[in-house]
């Protein structure tokens, strides 16, 4: 399937060249980063939500059990994350038409290579613009890590001990994925340089694989929880926002859905008492997005979001696989903060 993508973005490529009229060309480099809230994993959540914490709750004497041997809930200072990246993206005019849903059609190819305290990777992608409220993308990445200051970048996560292994390199991870994306501004139907209310809706199914695992097991990447595993995804962003012509173009809110779709999904559901496979991961929160001048944008966001709230006798359970669902809550996520400069 890996292979099939690769091909198929080669062949749109070279298609679109030799139907192309003048192609643009731009770079860009930026850098990412989140602070994540602690939280004691909805232990002493009230109502359904959970406020931030720096006093992790300590691993019961009851522990180890096995070769488990527990975990603290919360870190007593959160987590952050730092990546760098630069992008080229090529924009070829493609089956563009005279009217105004058409005149701008065109085909975009975006290479980037990201780098992270404990991981690296590449991706490609083409998106197609057939109309103008209407685009699809095809994607491909892949990468590896190691492990350094602390973290650990990828690894098997299937022994029991829900401590990820932490070989440098000890395999890659592949990611593909399709997507399709709806965008609607209304100053397209009432003109005017106030009047830009956006909605854009976008449904993404991604398929990810790490070389080393078999079908069952759990990996780590990127620094995650460990709770990754080869098969595919549906992911969901929906956004409502204001453009503006001010220096703060823009304010919104965004929605973002994550779950397991096919086999993965049905491993340990919810209904059956496990630890929740079948869970659907919502974000959601305010952003923002200030552009000082044609070549430096930040964009600022706010995230909450829903987290699985295990049983009171699997909660400190370190190993993902033997904690039991229980209930949702809803914590606040992160602070981000992404800064690009174009070339």
Same mark, same amino acid.
């Given at each position: 399937m890996k292979k099939q993508f690769v091909v198929l973005l080669l062949l749109i490529l070279s298609v679109s060249f030799l139907t192309a009229g003048e192609t643009q060309h731009q770079t860009s480099w930026g850098v990412d980063f989140a602070y994540y809230l602690d939280d004691n994993k909805g232990k002493n959540s009230d109502n359904g939500f959970a406020w931030p914490s720096y006093s992790p709750v300590e691993v019961p004497d009851t522990y180890p059990i096995g070769s488990d041997e527990g975990r603290e809930l919360g870190s007593g200072w959160g987590s952050v994350e730092l990546q760098l990246y630069i992008d080229h993206t090529i924009t070829v005019p493609f089956l563009q038409g005279t009217s105004p849903l058409t005149k701008d059609n065109n085909?975009?190819? #975006?290479?980037?290579?990201?780098?992270a305290p404990v991981v690296a990777y590449v991706q490609t992608k083409a998106v197609i613009t057939p109309i103008a409220f209407l685009?699809?993308?095809? #994607? *491909?990445?892949? #990468?590896?890590?190691?492990?350094g200051l602390g973290f650990n970048g990828i690894g098997l996560n299937n022994d029991g001990t829900g401590i990820p292994e932490s070989d440098p390199f000890p395999g890659?991870?592949?990611?593909?994925?399709?997507?399709?994306?709806?965008?609607?501004?209304?100053?397209?139907?009432?003109? %005017?340089?106030w009047n830009h209310v956006v909605v854009v809706a976008n449904g993404k199914f991604k398929n990810m694989y790490f070389t080393a695992a078999g079908s069952d097991d759990a990996w780590q990447w990127k620094a995650d929880d460990g709770?990754?595993?080869? %098969?595919?995804?549906?992911?969901?962003? *929906?956004v409502l926002g204001y453009q503006m012509p001010l220096q703060v173009d823009m304010i919104g809110f965004m929605v973002e859905t994550e779950q397991y779709i096919g086999d993965v999904k049905d491993k340990s559901t919810m209904?059956?008492?496990?630890?929740g496979s079948d869970f659907v991961e919502v974000k959601f929160g305010p952003l923002a997005n200030v552009t000082f001048d044609e070549k430096n944008s930040v964009t600022a966001l706010l995230q909450f979001k829903t987290d699985r709230l295990y049983s009171d006798d699997s909660i400190h359970d370190n190993y993902y696989a033997t904690r039991n669902y229980e209930s949702t809550y809803v914590k606040i996520h992160r602070i981000a903060l992404a800064y690009k400069h174009k070339f």
């Open positions: 085909i975009k190819f #975006g290479f980037r290579g990201s780098l685009n699809f993308e095809l #994607g *491909y990445s892949i #990468g590896s890590g190691w492990s890659a991870v592949m990611e593909t994925w399709m997507s399709g994306t709806f965008q609607f501004d209304m100053a397209a139907v009432r003109p %005017g340089k709770e990754n595993f080869n %098969g595919n995804m549906f992911l969901g962003t *929906y209904a059956s008492n496990g630890w």
